[in-house]
Nanobody, 119 residues
Framework: QVQLVESGGGLVQAGGSLRLSCAAS????????MGWYRQAPGKQRDLVAA???????NYTDSVKGRFTISRTNAKNTVYLQMNSLKPEDTAVYYC?????????????WGQGTQVTVSS
């Protein structure tokens, strides 16, 4: 069982920055693929960014050049640096883990952290 705890959400003005963190339990964090998803009110939950166990990353088009996903395996933590935030980035952001390391099926989820971007 993997437990994930997100932090770092909040209220920020458009153009501002936030860094989300997700701390994971378990001894094999380095083998996990990790993803950040978001869900806005009335919308489905969508993948924002992901990083494999090997460090490969991918981003949804709307955040490319603004968001950066990274991981520190020694701290069992994955980050999402969000710059140039826009009101449409407002959502609950969820951290997810794929123990197989490839980022296809995420079996474990955090509780979510709210990000609100004001115009």
């Amino acid at each position: 069982q993997v437990q994930l705890v997100e932090s770092g959400g909040g209220l920020v003005q458009a153009g501002g920055s936030l860094r989300l963190s997700c701390a994971a339990s378990g001894r094999t964090f380095s083998r996990y693929a990790m993803g950040w998803y978001r869900q806005a009110p009335g919308k489905q939950r969508d993948l924002v960014a992901a990083i494999t166990s090997g460090g490969s990353t991918n981003y949804t088009d709307s955040v490319k050049g603004r968001f950066t996903i990274s991981r520190t395996n020694a701290k069992n933590t994955v980050y999402l640096q969000m710059n140039s935030l826009k009101p449409e980035d407002t959502a609950v952001y969820y951290c997810a883990a794929d123990p197989l390391g490839v980022g296809v099926v995420y079996d474990y989820w955090g509780q979510g952290t709210q990000v609100t971007v004001s115009s």
